[in-house]
Nanobody, 114 residues
Framework: QVQLVESGGGLVQPGGSLSVSCAAS????????MDWYRQAPGQQRELVAR???????IYADSVKGRFTISRNNARNTVYLQMYSLKFEDTAVYYC????????WGQGTQVTVSS
């Protein structure tokens, strides 16, 4: 079955950097677009970034120029590098793939705090 396992979250000060990754299994990783979503307390889950199978990327306006999504098809892994982090980036970050149905990872907490 499809499994997505995120890692790399943590606590970082405003202006700092953090990277999260998502290892996928149970799918032919290279043929699917991969997404990063996030959900802050009391907020709806929102799309942060998407990378297509061809490597094209889209970003939420709130993270453009600060976040970078990338993928390594040989490792079945998608990454999200986050720079110049702000308090409002605090959220649980989820990996997502649409492969027949919608599949989500368990999420990884990113906390931006001084």
């Amino acid at each position: 079955q499809v499994q997505l396992v995120e890692s790399g979250g943590g606590l970082v000060q405003p202006g700092g950097s953090l990277s999260v990754s998502c290892a996928a299994s149970g799918i032919i990783f290279s043929i699917y677009a991969m997404d990063w979503y996030r959900q802050a307390p009391g907020q709806q889950r929102e799309l942060v970034a998407r990378i297509t199978r061809g490597g094209s990327t889209i970003y939420a306006d709130s993270v453009k120029g600060r976040f970078t999504i990338s993928r390594n098809n040989a490792r079945n892994t998608v990454y999200l590098q986050m720079y110049s982090l702000k308090f409002e980036d605090t959220a649980v970050y989820y990996c997502h793939v649409k492969s027949g149905g919608d599949y989500w990872g368990q999420g990884t907490q990113v906390t931006v705090s001084s």
